[in-house]
């Protein structure tokens, strides 16, 4: 499963991301038909909470409405209506850009804390950004942990 998240979900793209879906980001100004031509070009189910949406004929099998409210219950709704398993891959793709992570090199060691093993460490080949797993991948992970249980 591949997604295109309007620009209002922007944490939740960060999520789906964090799960390992390939999940792009709607950019300002982009118009819902653009937005819609271009998850079906590049087969991503196009998720928004805009009810005007559906207004479009292309929306027609590639827009999923969510419903209005916090992370929690956006992540419920994805569980329940597109099949979302929360624990997908998580962590191997950027929070920022979605790129694949790869393992970090020598060249990283020296942006990572004391107590992380390189060999614990990722990077983003396309921005740079190194990840391993310190209070916030915990923080999000057992969000991701949650979401994934019967109650979600």
Do not use: C, I, K
């Given at each position: 499963m591949k997604f295109l998240c309007d620009e209002m979900l922007g944490r939740l793209a960060r999520y789906l991301?964090?799960?390992?879906?390939?999940t792009a980001l709607a950019e300002n100004g982009e118009t819902d038909a653009a937005l819609l031509r271009r998850a079906h070009d590049e087969g991503r189910r196009f998720l928004t909470c805009d009810r005007l949406v559906f207004e479009h004929k292309a929306a027609q099998g590639v827009a999923l409405l969510l419903p209005a409210g916090d992370l929690d219950i956006l992540a419920k709704a994805l569980?329940?209506?597109?099949?979302?398993?929360?624990?997908?891959?998580?962590?191997?793709r950027c929070l920022v850009d979605n790129?694949?992570?790869?393992a970090a090199g020598g060249e990283h060691a020296e942006r990572?804390?004391?107590?992380?093993?390189l060999r614990q460490a990722l990077h983003c080949p396309q921005c740079g950004r190194v990840y391993w797993?310190?209070?916030?991948?915990?923080?999000?992970?057992?969000?991701?942990?949650?979401?994934?249980?019967?109650?979600?």
């Open positions: 991301r964090a799960a390992g879906y390939d569980r329940e209506r597109a099949g979302v398993d929360w624990l997908h891959r998580p962590f191997t790129a694949v992570l790869a990572l804390p004391g107590n992380v093993p797993a310190g209070s916030h991948h915990r923080r999000m992970r057992a969000r991701l942990l949650r979401w994934a249980g019967p109650s979600g």
